[in-house]
C-alpha cells in the first residue's frame, strides 16, 4: 500500500507543477532584456536584447525597442544562454532494454514516452531544452530514437521534436554481451542468446544485421525497377520491421548512435561503417576516443562522452577527464551527455556543470566549453539549423541563468522553450508549499479509501512466494532470496 500512495503521491505532484510551469503560450512578441547574452555561435553580447517572436528568435542585439503589446523580461544583472542539448539520455522511457534478442531495431522509443515522468521536470531545472532518449544497451542493434523538446506538461506527441532526423541506437562491449547471461540451472526457462560472451560475438550481429538488410534493399530495388518497366502480376516483397531501419541507415536516412568505451571496439565499428558504406553520427561514452581520435575524425564521427567518469566498471578503466578536450584537439566534433535515467538521481541536470569541469581539464575557452552542451550535440543531432546557438531565426529555446553558467554557485532562474516559459524558478518556489499540502491531502484520501485489512506486513526474508517462472531471483551473498 505504501509503494501505490507514493506512486500517486508523485503523479499528483507532477500534475499539480503543470500550471505553475507550463505556462501559455503568447501571441504577443517577448522581448527579454538588460542580459549577457552567450550566443556560442558569434560571441557575447552585454546588456543585450533578445525579441522572439511566433516562438523564433527575431532580434538579438542591443537597444531593441519593445513592440507594441510585447510581454518584457528583465534579465538585468543575468546571463542567456542557448537551451542545452543532452545527445543522450534515457528519461520519458520506463522500460529501455529488449534483452530478449540480439537485434531489436523494430522496437521504437517513441512509442513508449512517457510525458509524466518527472525527470523532464528537473532536467527543465539545469536548463535543458531538448534530449535524445536512446534505447538501452543492452543489444548490439538496439531500437529506434526519438528526439524529444522538454515541453512539460504536453502529451508525448507534442514532446517530439518536429522533424528532427531518426536515429539508430547500436551497443558495443560488456553490456550487449552480459544482457545474455545464461540461465541458473535451477531456474528453467530464462532466455539466452547469441552472442554470449565475446566481443566478436557482437560484432558478427551487427554485421549479419547490415548483411540482410543490404539484401532486403536489392529485393525491393529490383522489385520497383520491374514496377517502373511496366511489369505485370508483380508481387511486392514482404516488409520486415526489423530491417527497415537497418535499410533507412543505408541509405543515409537514418542516424547510427553505437554505445561504446574501447579502441580497440571502435576501430571496428569504424570499418564496420565504412564496410557498409554510412557514417556514424555519434560514439557514445567513447571512453578510449582519445586512443583512436585520429580514426575517429577521419571517419566523420561524433563523440558524446561524459566528462569525469570512469573507472566503474572494467571497460572504462582507462577513461580520462582530458578525453573531450584530446578529441576536441583532434578535430572530434564532441559533446557531453548525462546517460541519465528515468525519475532517478534526483536533482537538476548537471550538464552545465561538466561543461565546466572542462575549463580545468583543457584549454577550451567559455565558449568552447559551452559549445559542447548546446550547439555541438546539435549538430550530431543534426538539428542545429533549428536550435544550439541564439541566432535569428532559430526557435527560442533558452535558459536564464542569474551567474555565468559555467560558475558552480549559478542557478537556472528561467527556460523558454519555442518563446514559452516552461520553468521559473521564482514561481516553483512560491507553489512549493501549496503543492506539498494537496499531495499531504491526496495521500491522506487514499489511505481512508483503503479496504481494511489491505496494508499487510511485508513477509520475512527468504519465505515470500517463489519468483516466476523464467525469471532469476535476486539472491544475498549466503543464497537468500530476496523479494
Not at 8 to 36: G, H, M, R
Not at 299 to 308: E, L, Q, V, Y
Request: net charge neutral; aromatic share 6%; proline share 6%.
Amino acid at each position: 500500500m505504501t509503494t501505490r500512495i507514493s506512486s500517486i503521491a508523485l503523479a499528483a505532484f507532477a500534475v499539480a507543477l503543470l500550471p505553475a510551469v507550463a505556462l501559455a503560450a503568447s501571441v504577443n512578441p517577448l522581448l527579454i532584456k538588460n542580459a549577457t547574452i552567450l550566443t556560442v555561435s558569434h560571441g557575447v553580447i552585454r546588456n543585450g536584447s533578445i525579441l522572439v517572436r511566433d516562438g523564433k528568435i527575431a532580434e538579438v542585439g542591443q537597444n531593441i525597442a519593445a513592440p507594441a503589446g510585447a510581454t518584457v523580461i528583465d534579465a538585468s544583472g543575468q546571463f542567456i544562454m542557448p537551451g542545452i542539448i543532452d545527445a543522450h539520455s534515457h528519461i520519458a522511457c520506463d522500460i529501455f532494454h529488449e534483452t530478449t534478442l540480439p537485434v531489436t531495431s523494430m522496437t521504437a522509443i517513441e512509442d513508449a514516452i512517457n510525458p509524466a515522468d518527472i525527470a523532464i521536470y528537473r532536467e527543465l531545472a539545469g536548463g535543458v531544452t531538448a534530449v535524445n532518449i536512446a534505447h538501452g544497451s543492452g543489444n548490439p542493434v538496439g531500437g529506434m530514437d526519438a528526439t524529444i523538446k522538454l515541453r512539460w506538461g504536453k502529451t508525448a506527441k507534442e514532446l517530439l521534436f518536429e522533424g528532427a532526423k531518426p536515429g539508430l541506437k547500436m551497443a558495443l562491449g560488456e553490456n550487449p554481451k552480459s544482457a545474455a547471461d545464461p540461465p541458473p540451472p535451477d531456474v528453467p526457462g530464462r532466455y539466452s542468446r547469441y552472442p554470449l560472451q565475446t566481443r566478436m560475438g557482437v560484432e558478427a550481429v551487427i554485421r549479419q544485421a547490415f548483411t540482410e538488410a543490404r539484401e532486403y534493399m536489392k529485393e525491393w530495388d529490383e522489385y520497383q525497377r520491374k514496377a517502373a518497366g511496366g511489369g505485370r502480376n508483380l508481387l511486392p516483397p514482404r516488409k520486415d520491421l526489423k530491417l527497415e531501419p537497418l535499410a533507412e541507415v543505408l541509405r543515409g536516412e537514418r542516424l547510427v548512435h553505437v554505445h561504446c568505451y574501447r579502441a580497440d571496439e571502435i576501430l571496428m565499428i569504424l570499418r564496420l561503417a565504412d564496410d557498409f558504406n554510412f557514417k556514424i553520427a555519434t560514439l557514445i561514452h567513447v571512453a578510449e576516443g582519445y586512443k583512436v581520435a585520429k580514426e575517429i575524425a577521419a571517419h566523420g564521427a561524433g563523440a558524446t562522452a561524459f566528462a569525469d567518469r570512469w573507472a566503474y566498471k572494467f571497460e572504462a578503466w582507462d577513461g580520462m577527464p582530458y578525453n573531450a578536450a584530446i578529441m576536441t584537439a583532434k578535430g572530434v566534433l564532441v559533446s557531453l551527455n548525462s546517460d541519465r535515467v528515468p525519475s532517478e538521481g534526483g536533482g537538476w541536470s548537471w550538464l552545465a556543470r561538466d561543461a565546466a569541469k572542462m575549463l580545468k581539464y583543457s584549454n577550451l575557452s567559455d565558449e568552447d566549453a559551452l559549445r559542447l552542451i548546446t550547439l555541438n550535440p546539435a549538430k550530431q543531432l543534426q538539428i542545429d539549423r533549428r536550435v544550439g546557438s541564439i541566432d535569428p531565426g532559430k526557435d527560442a529555446d533558452l535558459t536564464i541563468f542569474d551567474k555565468h553558467p559555467l560558475s558552480n554557485y549559478a542557478k537556472v532562474t528561467k527556460v523558454l522553450i519555442d518563446g514559452e516559459v516552461y520553468f521559473d524558478r521564482e514561481q516553483d518556489l512560491k507553489n512549493r508549499g501549496a503543492l506539498a499540502k494537496e499531495v499531504q491531502e491526496l495521500m491522506e484520501k487514499e489511505k481512508r479509501a483503503a479496504p481494511r485489512g489491505m496494508v499487510a506486513a511485508p513477509p520475512a526474508p527468504g519465505t515470500g512466494p517463489a519468483p516466476p517462472t523464467g525469471r532469476r531471483p535476486r539472491q544475498n551473498e549466503t543464497g537468500e532470496v530476496l523479494q
